[in-house]
């Protein structure tokens, strides 16, 4: 368990720093900002399937004041919310599935739609 709900806050986003960094270096490969490697990319990928799964444990309740950015409409958007974190993950992990072949086309799209998720959940509980 959280010792307190700061412990849970820096668990989240200790995971969405790592999610970041590792999504952002597959977005620079198949924008071309840096060369194509298929075993980074699926590494990454796979980092970020299995990164995924955590964050939405930190959401606990009380979590909403402090050093966060998550909007109070996490907590009263449950429901919402949780539905668009296993949408994320579902994502992610279709992405990893999709980084194991050589279709950069499915790359791509598993990608964009994983991007996707990412953005549709800030734009609702992310402050700006
Ligand atoms: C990233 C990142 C996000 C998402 C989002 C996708 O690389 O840090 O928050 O992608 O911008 O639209």
New binding site residues.
């Given amino acids: 368990n959280f010792k307190n709900t700061d412990h849970a806050i820096k668990y989240r986003q200790s995971a969405f720093t790592l999610i970041?960094y590792n999504?952002?270096d597959m977005?620079a490969m198949l924008k071309g900002d840096k060369e194509f490697n298929a075993a980074t990319f699926k590494a990454r990928a796979e980092n970020v399937a299995a990164l995924a799964k955590l964050p939405h444990e930190g959401f606990i309740a009380g979590s909403d004041k402090g050093n966060t950015e998550a909007l109070a409409k996490v907590w009263s958007d449950k429901a919402d919310f949780d539905a668009k974190m296993l949408e994320f993950k579902d994502n992610a992990a279709k992405l990893a599935v999709a980084a194991q072949g050589d279709d950069q086309r499915a790359m791509k799209a598993a990608f964009g739609a994983t991007?996707?998720s990412?953005?549709g959940c800030?734009d609702v509980y992310k402050k700006d």
Avoid: D, E, N
């Fill in positions: 970041a999504f952002g977005g991007g996707k990412c953005k800030h």
